[in-house]
């Protein structure tokens, strides 16, 4: 339903956009998001964008990460700009949406490496 991709090896201070395309019944109702999990932490939210544009954002991303959608291709980006180690991870896609209950799906994860 959800197919990620992007990730790479890049340097401190470099930039990478993560790609995840849905298929349309899924984005046109999802709040869509990308969640990241390093290793031995928990998954967290790092963006996450409604269908009417709302979008939330980390406090360790902001002003560096920026999520968009294009509902025409039915996907959704993370760019990430200004790097750090600490943004490694394996990154997901992710999207939700409630139909008298919640549906929610997930991408495979792409990996994030930040390093010199």
């Known amino acids: 339903q959800l197919q990620a991709s992007g990730g790479g090896l890049v340097q401190p201070g470099g930039s990478l956009r993560l790609s995840c395309a849905a298929s349309?019944?899924?984005?046109?109702?999802?709040?869509m998001g990308w969640y990241r999990q390093d290793t031995g932490k928990q998954r967290e939210l790092v963006a996450s964008?409604?269908?009417?544009?709302?979008?939330y954002y980390a406090d360790s991303v902001k002003g560096r990460f920026s999520i968009s959608r294009d509902s025409a291709k039915n996907t959704v980006y993370l760019q990430m700009n200004s790097l750090q180690p600490e943004d490694t991870a394996v990154y997901y896609c992710?999207?939700?949406?409630?139909?008298?209950?919640?549906?929610?799906?997930w991408g495979q994860g792409t990996q994030v490496t930040v390093s010199s």
């Open positions: 992710n999207a939700k949406y409630r139909n008298g209950r919640w549906y929610e799906y």
């Open positions: 349309s019944s899924i984005s046109s109702r999802s709040v």
């Open positions: 964008m409604t269908f009417g544009g709302t979008t």
